[in-house]
């Protein structure tokens, strides 16, 4: 049990979590700031739902994925051993932050979006590891 770093794992988990969230964070407030200016004052709330409503979502999971991979990946360069393991944990760990704030769950599209995060998570183990 000493091979697997348990801090480390959650605290990738919840840095990757953390970081994309502020992104799609940022990047609506920037829309908002862009209508903002273009509008003179008050930016357009309909607008800013419509392009929420249509773009968090998948930004969300562009960003979880790119960042898990690097998470992942810089897990397996700073761990001595059980590289692969360790990256692959910073999934399973994710996977659980996620199921925890999802409310409702649908079977198969979360079947995919856990198969996604595991296999990302091994990638970025299997490529950190290599020397």
């Given at each position: 049990m000493r091979e697997i770093r348990f801090l480390r794992i959650l605290l990738t988990a919840l840095a990757?979590?953390?970081i994309s969230i502020g992104i799609v964070t940022l990047v609506i407030t920037g829309y908002g700031m862009k209508l903002a200016v273009e509008s003179g004052g008050t930016p357009d709330q309909a607008m800013i739902?419509?392009?929420v409503a249509k773009h968090?979502?998948?930004?969300g999971s562009v960003s979880s994925a790119i960042l898990l991979f690097l998470g992942a990946f810089h897990v397996a360069r700073k761990v001595p051993e059980r590289k692969v393991l360790n990256a692959?944990?910073?999934g399973v760990f994710l996977a659980l932050l996620h199921l925890k704030f999802v409310g409702e769950i649908q079977a198969f599209p979360f079947f995919l979006d856990l198969s996604r995060t595991l296999l990302l998570a091994f990638l970025g183990g299997m490529t950190g590891a290599r020397k």
């Open positions: 990757v979590t953390v739902e419509t392009f968090a979502s998948w930004m692959f944990l910073v």
